[in-house]
Nanobody, 115 residues
Framework: QVQLVESGGGLVQAGGSLRLSCAAS????????MGWYRQAPGKQRELVTD???????NYADSVKGRFTISRDRAKNTVTLQMNSLKPEDTSVYYC?????????WGQGTQVTVSS
């Protein structure tokens, strides 16, 4: 069974930085893609960024140039470096990974950006 555990959320002032990490219980090599999603109250969960098994990276337009995703296959981790944070980045951030038709989720970590 796949488990994804996020860490690194918290409260930061606008313009600040946070680093989120996602640790998978097993090898991440078998995932088609891993990434970060976020969901604000009353809104749908949205893709922030993901990285495919071939190394292709996608970013939502709203985070391009500010957020960077990276992975460490040896440690089975995916990391999200968030810089120049804005109040509108406030959300619960989820690590997600898909393997074929299956989607796996972490428990989520709160990111709050104060103005």
């Amino acid at each position: 069974q796949v488990q994804l555990v996020e860490s690194g959320g918290g409260l930061v002032q606008a313009g600040g930085s946070l680093r989120l990490s996602c640790a998978a219980s097993g090898s991440i090599v078998s995932f088609n893609a891993m990434g970060w999603y976020r969901q604000a109250p009353g809104k749908q969960r949205e893709l922030v960024t993901d990285i495919t098994s071939t190394g292709r990276i996608n970013y939502a337009d709203s985070v391009k140039g500010r957020f960077t995703i990276s992975r460490d296959r040896a440690k089975n981790t995916v990391t999200l470096q968030m810089n120049s944070l804005k109040p509108e980045d406030t959300s619960v951030y989820y690590c997600g990974a898909n393997r074929g038709p299956l989607m796996y989720w972490g428990q989520g970590t709160q990111v709050t950006v104060s103005s």
